[in-house]
């Protein structure tokens, strides 16, 4: 198999994740939207990442979608979301929070650092803002024990924390020291684990200045704040 995307992105990361933790072999295939837009776009029509090129041949689309089929070929003993009933219903609403938080940061970060400085539309900002801010505290009001949902680890705190990742990579300052302690929490315990590790943005990758690249990274790990 081979997972197309870079790791800065919180859903190719969230993919790579679950393959690893779920020993499923693949290979990255790490293009980029901007650099690499000719190639991705021969695989994913929308240009779009991540996708999962299959042994056969056949490409997965979407983060979801791919998920879907990783938790169907692990069989429902080792699936990370639950297979029915109220515990699958809880993990796809804290997942679909989590996705929805990373949309809103993804597009607060888009509108400061890539459109012209007076195109900038601050009550755009505020608004995103705000909805990122009610979805994080939802999340951080979650109970763990130790994980989101009960002893073992899940897709729904995969998700989140990849979420973390990526705000803390690009935006932290949407992540106010004290504030969200629970979801500090969970970021340090997840970023512990070596499926995370093994799948850390590469600085190069982030583009802009080199040292600036690896103290997000470092963040990202929780090394600094």
Request: proline fraction near 6%; include cysteine; charged fraction near 20%.
């Amino acid at each position: 198999m081979q997972l197309v995307g870079q790791y800065d992105s919180p859903y190719t990361r969230r993919v790579a994740i679950s393959l690893t933790l779920l020993r499923i072999d693949f290979e990255q295939l790490p293009l980029s939207l901007f650099s690499d837009f000719e190639a991705v776009k021969a695989i994913n029509p929308l240009v779009r990442i991540p996708a999962l090129i299959l042994e056969n041949g056949e490409v997965l689309l979407d983060s979801a979608a791919i998920l879907d089929y990783l938790d169907e070929q692990a069989g429902n003993s080792n699936a990370l979301i639950p297979t029915s009933g109220k515990q699958r219903r809880t993990a796809l609403q804290i997942i679909a929070i989590a996705t929805g938080a990373i949309d809103k940061a993804m597009a607060i970060n888009y509108e400061r650092n890539q459109r012209p400085e007076d195109k900038i539309h601050t009550p755009w900002i505020e608004r995103l803002s705000t909805q990122l801010a009610s979805a994080l505290t939802y999340l951080d009001n979650l109970p763990q024990s130790p994980w989101l949902m009960g002893k073992s680890l899940s897709q729904a705190d995969i998700t989140t924390a990849s979420m973390l990742g990526y705000i803390k990579l690009y935006s932290p300052d949407l992540l106010p020291t004290g504030q969200y302690k629970n979801l500090y929490k969970l970021s340090r315990a997840c970023e512990a684990l070596p499926a995370f590790k093994a799948c850390l943005p590469i600085p190069e990758n982030l583009g802009g200045d080199l040292a600036v690249a690896v103290a997000a990274v470092q963040r990202l790990q929780n090394i600094t704040k």
